[in-house]
């Protein structure tokens, strides 16, 4: 073993012991970090969602849904954060209106996708036995369009959750506070708080996808687990 290689040896021990003599702190910090990203991903959800669907449903808007995905994944939160500080201030609200966009992105696509990429013919035949669009909406569309839609959910609540330490830097707390202040925590605190957002980002997506398999209709399930071909995410 090198020397170097005893050095980051060393830097993870301490990070572990970090967590292990701060665990009150850290848990408490990592709440702040999950109310903030629980809050963006709220409006994320409660604005692109239901877009997404409704484009999906009549079958239009797919360059939105692209442009979406272009923006969302383009777009650094540093430039977000920034660029609402003239409005909103510093604090909590600027941070969760700029997590809130960069999570918008991959909801408003895949849901569009998901529900864009429903099989037409079960659309007709719910049709043929007189349901009316709403109807078939929730009754077929949705229940089908789950799996893709919960992986968009998937995908922004995580990259909401990793990304929300940078938001420490205009007064988002959380996780992201020890990150940055290294100065304080050393670089021992700084590696341990990292280890911290990689597990917080593990368990919500464990959490999402157990709500997405209990929400998702056992027929649905069987289907996929028997080898439907995955559709296509964007």
């Known amino acids: 073993m090198t020397v170097a290689d005893a050095a980051n040896l060393h830097t993870f021990v301490d990070a572990l012991q970090f967590i292990v003599d701060r665990p009150g702190f850290l848990a408490t910090k990592a709440l702040e970090q999950l109310a903030l990203s629980g809050a963006a991903l709220a409006i994320a959800l409660a604005v692109a969602l239901p ?33 609402f500080l003239t ?17 918008s992105g991959p909801i408003l696509t895949n849901s569009f996708d998901a529900v864009d990429r429903v099989d037409r013919d079960a659309v007709e035949a719910a049709r043929g036995m007189g349901m009316t669009d709403p109807q078939i909406l929730r009754r077929v569309e949705l229940p089908l369009a789950l799996p893709l839609l919960f992986t968009g959910i998937r995908v922004a609540a995580v990259t909401i959750v990793a990304t ?43 959490a999402l996808t157990g709500v997405q398999i209990a929400m998702t209709p056992r027929g649905v399930r069987r289907t996929r687990v028997i080898g439907e071909p995955q559709r296509r995410e964007l």
Do not use: K, T
């Open 87 to 103: 409005v909103l201030g510093i604090g909590f609200v600027n941070n969760m209106v700029a997590l809130a966009v960069l999570g």
């Open 164 to 206: 929300a330490p940078i938001a420490a830097i205009a007064g988002g707390g959380g996780l992201g506070d020890i990150i940055v202040n290294q100065a304080s925590y050393r670089l021992s605190g700084v590696l341990g708080a990292s280890l911290c957002v990689m597990l917080l980002s593990a368990v919500v997506f464990a």
């Open 51 to 83: 877009l997404g669907v409704a484009l999906g449903h009549l079958h239009r808007g797919s360059s939105v849904a692209i442009a979406a995905s272009i923006i969302g994944r383009g777009l650094p939160s540093l430039v977000l954060i920034a660029a």
